[in-house]
């Protein structure tokens, strides 16, 4: 697989206090993420996704009726019940030419509030090119969350894709969850004068 880097994590996960393991596939930058966060308060791992776990991934997102198109268990990043290895939530990085994007961030509805969303978003925002913004959408309601992990509201979507889905999701959002869907960023490391050992 590639090399492992327990004591040289990132620096953005070493300071959401994610413990666990790096393993470098590939000179660049960690592609996947495990975190061994099985004690008695972080029952769960962080892992990338596989092809065994789509079934699962497509249930967590269609629940919360998010776009199902895309699904790439490769492109996920999910956090698995050390005890049971049942997936209880996903979220995956799209690395686009135009574009980096957090997309299906979702964590099973009875095990919110415990830090698996944030153990996720870590781990893909640590995949991600240091440099480069990176970009989601998501419903109102879930705005001060994704501000405490630096991102901001914005109406500049860098794609005609995620221009559309955004006005799709205006749709649903208003429909099914009774919220507006907006868009959001996180500069790069470049523009926010940082560096976070990526």
């Not at 880097?5 to 206090?17: D, E, I, K, N």
């Not at 509805?109 to 240091?130: H, M, S, V, W």
């Not at 868009?183 to 990526?198: L, T």
């Amino acid at each position: 697989m590639g090399e492992a880097v327990g004591a040289s994590l990132p620096a953005a996960v070493r300071a959401a206090g994610v413990p666990g393991r790096v393993r470098r596939c590939g000179a660049e930058r960690p592609r996947t993420l495990v975190c061994a966060c099985a004690s008695s308060s972080r029952p769960w791992r962080i892992r990338g996704g596989q092809g065994s776990d789509l079934g699962r991934i497509r249930g967590l997102v269609l629940g919360e009726a998010m776009n199902p198109l895309r699904l790439e268990a490769g492109r996920f990043t999910v956090a698995e019940d050390v005890a049971t290895g049942r997936v209880v939530g996903c979220g995956q990085l799209r690395e686009g030419e135009d574009v980096v994007e957090v997309r299906s961030l979702v964590v099973e509805e009875g095990l919110r509030g415990r830090g698996i969303g944030a153990d996720l978003l870590t781990a893909l925002l640590a995949r991600a090119p240091r440099d480069r913004d990176v970009h989601l959408l998501t419903i109102g309601r879930r705005k001060p969350w994704y501000e405490t992990h630096g991102f901001v509201e914005t109406d500049d979507l860098p794609t005609l894709e995620m221009r559309a889905e955004r006005c799709i999701g205006a749709l649903v959002a208003r429909a099914v969850a009774r919220d507006r869907c907006l868009a959001m960023v996180r500069a790069g490391a470049k523009a926010r004068g940082s560096d976070d050992g990526r």
